[in-house]
């Protein structure tokens, strides 16, 4: 008798990219980043696996043509009224990426309080305590936002690029801008970090985002990291769902 093994179509549309994966259980079997968000697209990524589920979250505005391919997998489109494992204390509707890395996290780390920042696009922090009470956080520029934002509202910056080595001051113009940008959000994490230590030393930090790497290199032991956070938060969404 042949066993037939369906696997969990994982879907995490962003502003310029999507996360596609396929999860056997807990365990993350494949995944690919795209730039094309498509019928094709799914269907060469998903190719011989049998898939029966599917969740599909996305940070920007989905067209009908969109819609229609989520429904063709029957899958779970996240949004402010689909049912979490965690609660929520937020007085607002909260992106799905956000609501995802917080649920990737207490999976990660059960009955622990956890700030996540997902370096993305923007940054974002967010805090959910070890009783998954989920309490907000901040949104702010991600590294190339910060970069692009000095060009395009100046008229004599230029148009500068994140780099690895990091400079405490620069002693040129471009190295000055990667200093401020670098170091400056470098410098706004180190403080959150800090005047939240005031209140409660007994946290962890975690990072997630496509910028992750930067801030585990510059903070070294002091973080998490996880570049599949929002991916396995999507799964538990999806199995809390089944």
């Known amino acids: 008798m042949i066993k037939f093994n369906f696997l969990k179509l994982i879907v995490d549309i962003g502003n310029s990219r999507t996360k596609l ?32 589920s599917s969740i ?21 489109l996240l949004d402010s009224k689909t ?18 890395a917080v649920v990737g996290a207490c999976y990660l780390f059960p009955n622990k309080n956890i700030w996540v920042f997902d370096a993305g696009t923007c940054l974002t922090a967010d805090y959910i305590d070890k009783n998954k009470i989920y309490h907000g956080g901040r949104i702010t520029l991600g590294l190339e936002m910060r970069f692009t934002a000095l060009n395009k509202n100046t008229s004599k910056l230029p148009n500068i690029s994140f780099s690895e080595e990091s400079f405490f001051k620069g002693d040129t113009t471009e190295k000055s ?15 959150l970090i800090s005047d939240f230590e005031k209140y ?38 999806l199995d809390y769902n089944e």
């Open 21 to 52: 994966a396929l999860f056997d259980e807990k365990h993350l079997v494949k995944h690919e980043i795209t730039s094309n968000f498509s019928k094709d697209s799914l269907s060469n990524f998903c190719d011989n696996y049998l898939v029966n």
């Open 56 to 76: 599909f979250s996305s940070v920007r505005i989905l067209s009908k043509a969109d819609h229609r391919l989520i429904s063709s997998y029957n899958g779970l």
């Open 83 to 100: 049912p979490l494992p965690i609660q929520s204390n937020y007085k607002s509707t909260i992106g799905t990426d956000r609501i995802s």
């Open 177 to 191: 801008i990667i200093s401020g940008v670098q170091q400056g959000i470098l410098a706004e994490v180190r403080t």
């Open 200 to 237: 409660n030393n007994d946290f962890i930090v975690l990072f997630t985002g496509g910028d992750a790497s930067f801030f585990e290199k510059e903070l070294k032991n002091t973080i998490f990291a996880d570049q599949f956070l929002v991916l396995k938060g999507l799964n538990e969404i």
